[in-house]
């Protein structure tokens, strides 16, 4: 099994800070891509940002020069670092990984349980 845990969530004022995190443990062979979706309410799941094996980076373009993902890849674990917040980036942030299990490298999405980030203005 593999579990991923979110941490970091919470209220902060507009034009503030706040850094969330995402750590997977279980049975995990490699990891291909780490990556951080958002969910407003009445809105579909959206992209944040992604950050693959390689090192290719890819924000959605409301979070570009604010945002910044960044992974520990000795604990498995992926940040996403929010500067400049405002109201509109109020969401439940859910943590995605696509990942192997064993050395047959089959692709598999793991989500974590979300974490609310609320943003006053």
């Known amino acids: 099994q593999v579990q991923l845990v979110e941490s970091g969530g919470g209220l902060v004022q507009a034009v503030g800070s706040l850094r969330i995190s995402c750590t997977a443990s279980?049975?995990?062979?490699?990891?291909?891509?780490m990556g951080w979706y958002r969910q407003a309410p009445g809105k579909q799941r959206e992209l944040v940002a992604s950050?693959?094996?390689?090192?290719?980076?890819n924000y959605a373009d409301s979070v570009k020069g604010r945002f910044t993902i960044s992974t520990d890849n000795a604990k498995n674990t992926v940040y996403l670092q929010m500067n400049g917040l405002k109201p509109e980036d109020t969401a439940v942030y859910y943590c995605k990984m696509v990942l192997h299990r064993s050395a047959l490298r089959i692709s598999s999405d793991y989500w974590g349980q979300g974490t609310q980030v609320t943003v006053a203005s």
């Open positions: 279980g049975s995990i062979f490699s990891i291909v891509v």
């Open positions: 950050i693959t094996s390689g090192g290719s980076i």
